[in-house]
């Protein structure tokens, strides 16, 4: 009886949690060999093949709920650790009834041999000594928006300056903004209603540490933070992937913080971030599977709750962020050598969006050529995926939020009526791009930044606008303003990226047109929404058969089966600039006639933007 090795997927979004199995197959060739790891830099091409997984049918599950605030950015933490557990359950009790059905026939059984997590980035959980949440207030993500992290932006901003701002920005790939760690932390320690529940916080982690220290049974201290997760919260140096000195200074001084950090007794500094190492690294806690007792010597609940867990082959991996994932689940998780070949861009509009390309930087090193080192342009970040790339790009807050705000605004909550009103914007947008007017077809114009902003301006307090509206403004004429002001956002991201991707060309060295490859429910599930990308961008949009239903979910699958085949061959690789081939089963091309529409209505929504953005707070 043969036994299928299993990789469990966990994909931890900011409107749902999912569980995945995949099937693996790791390093041998068709033959049966075991693969070589040489790699040609020329080519950026194993050799040999590379791992595979392949998505286990119906072995998944997906619960639904809101894991954010919104605005305020507070975690609903409680409910996201019982909801990821939930998701496991399920699915180990999905493939022991698999196993079941297949043994009745002699054909096969199953063993799993990893589990991997993407998480929403940024995130930050404060927890106690024992390593457990002290709760919702004391939480950090990327929606955050209030008021006062807004000041503490604007503090910091007169206290370093343009200068210092800007080379905080070349180290870290984060420009200083309310939806990174920094100034939230700072707001949180100098808020005295929040005294109480500081003392008892002794480390800031990830979801997936949290995790992974609930299930190992280990002391919090040993469980420390990716290097990827780490990178989001803005304060990590992504070239030497250590705390950023003056970031980590900046907040472990400040006078809110102080008071937390030095031990009265032993006069020792504490240390409130945690220790970082790359997702995938051999700690002798996560290679072993669960064990039977805690470090404590109590016993570990979940011994008996998840028998499938216990093996020793069990290799259990810190999260990586969620757009990480996204890329190299949507394959594009490389980047061409040549500028004959076209660069793949990853767009994603979930509940939010971005568009991002991946370089090789492996880190404490330069960049190999034929790349360049890399300055990270204005209004664009730069995070670290693991120790041999980052990811450059942009990202909105709301994108499909955007769409699902106006929904419930307008009273379109059947099916039905939603559809309808879409139809009517389709056929809006379409009757113009045949005949082009110089104005909207809706009249209408939307400021898209319903909770802030961030690519490309990055104005602290930011908030959405409509203007425009008439007698005759209808719902369809609304909801068309909300997927065109999304859809501009993403225009302005996409050109800064895609210069920053052309960039790292040779000199001398035309490079060809970027593809964009879109993942994100939001974006597959709209022809009228990819019709309206490709054209507001001017550049292809396809959709790959093999990403099209779970690209996060399957870019955690891939990075853990990467991982497990380098642990196979004995072996690390120097890089993995490697891109899978695209499977297109369906590409959108870019209608020509349309250029002058959207550039005409670019230029009207900037013009808003900047008659609006002095009433923000500190915009």
Not at 229 to 240: D, K, P, Q
Not at 284 to 309: A, C, M, Q, T
Not at 328 to 335: D, I, P, Q, Y
Request: net charge negative; charged share 20%.
């Amino acid at each position: 009886m043969a036994t299928v090795t299993a990789i469990l997927a966990i994909d931890v979004g900011s409107s749902s949690i999912r569980c995945t199995a995949y099937e693996y197959q790791g390093a041998r060739c068709l033959d049966g060999r075991v693969a070589d790891c040489e790699l040609d830099y020329s080519t950026a091409q194993l050799s040999s093949s590379q791992p595979r997984v392949t998505a286990m049918e119906g072995i998944n599950h997906k619960i639904s709920m809101p894991t954010i605030v919104p605005n305020k950015g507070h975690i609903r933490i409680q409910e996201v650790l019982s909801a990821i557990d939930e998701c496991i359950d399920e699915v180990l009790s999905l493939l022991r009834q698999e196993e079941r059905e297949e043994e009745k026939l002699g054909e096969s059984s199953y063993q799993v041999v990893a589990i991997g997590f993407s998480t929403f980035v940024t995130s930050l959980v404060a927890v106690d000594i024992c390593g457990d949440p002290v709760g919702e207030s004391a939480t950090l993500s990327y929606a955050c928006n209030r008021e006062d992290v807004v000041k503490e932006c604007q503090i910091l901003r007169d206290k370093l300056g343009p200068e210092k701002l800007h080379a905080m920005h070349q180290r870290t790939g984060a420009p200083l903004h309310p939806s990174y760690a920094l100034p939230q932390l700072l707001a949180f320690y100098r808020n005295e209603e929040n005294r109480a529940i500081a003392s008892r916080i002794d480390k800031w982690k990830s979801i997936s540490s949290i995790c992974l220290h609930r299930w190992s049974g280990k002391l919090q201290l040993q469980m420390p933070i990716s290097y990827s997760e780490a990178s989001w919260t803005g304060m990590l140096n992504f070239r030497e992937c250590y705390w950023d000195e003056e970031a980590a200074e900046i907040f472990q001084t400040c006078e809110g913080v102080c008071q937390y950090v030095y031990d009265e007794f032993n006069e020792d500094e504490i240390d409130l971030l945690p220790p970082l190492v790359d997702y995938d690294a051999a700690l002798p806690f996560l290679i072993k599977g669960i064990p039977p007792h805690k470090g404590d010597g109590s016993v570990n609940d979940y011994w008996d709750r998840w028998p499938e867990l216990r093996s020793s082959r069990v290799s259990l991996f810190l999260g990586v962020g969620d757009g990480a994932a996204a890329n190299v689940g949507s394959k594009c998780g490389g980047f061409p050598t040549t500028g004959l070949d076209s660069h793949r861009i990853a767009v994603t509009v979930g509940t939010s969006a971005a568009c991002r390309f991946v370089l090789p930087l492996t880190m404490h090193e330069p960049a190999h050529p034929p790349f360049r080192d890399i300055s990270v342009p204005p209004g664009l970040f730069c995070y670290r995926i693991h120790r041999h790339q980052v990811l450059v790009g942009g990202a909105l807050t709301d994108g499909g939020s955007v769409v699902e705000w106006a929904r419930s605004l307008l009273n379109l909550h059947s099916d039905e009526s939603f559809d309808a009103c879409l139809e009517k914007v389709s056929e809006m947008y379409e009757s113009h791009c045949t005949s082009p007017e110089s104005s909207s077809p809706s009249g209408v114009t939307m400021i898209p930044f319903l909770s802030g902003e961030r690519s490309t301006g990055f104005r602290g307090g930011a908030q959405g606008c409509i203007s425009g509206m008439t007698r005759e403004t209808t719902p369809a004429h609304i909801m068309y303003a909300c997927l065109e002001s999304v859809i501009l956002r993403l225009g302005c991201v996409m050109k800064l990226v895609n210069e920053a991707g052309c960039s790292q060309f040779p000199e001398g060295q035309s490079a060809t047109q970027g593809i964009l490859v879109a993942s994100g429910n939001a974006l597959q599930q709209s022809s009228l929404w990819r019709q309206m990308l490709a054209d507001c961008t001017s550049m292809d949009v396809v959709i790959d058969g093999d990403s099209s239903s779970e690209g996060t979910s399957r870019g955690v699958a891939m990075m853990v089966a990467g991982s497990l085949y380098q642990r196979e061959l004995g072996c690390p690789l120097k890089t993995r600039n490697f891109e899978e081939p695209l499977l297109i089963v369906h590409k959108t091309e870019a209608n020509a006639a349309a250029e002058e529409h959207w550039r005409t209505a670019l230029t009207t929504q900037e013009s808003l933007i900047d008659a609006v953005a002095p009433t923000w707070t500190n915009a």
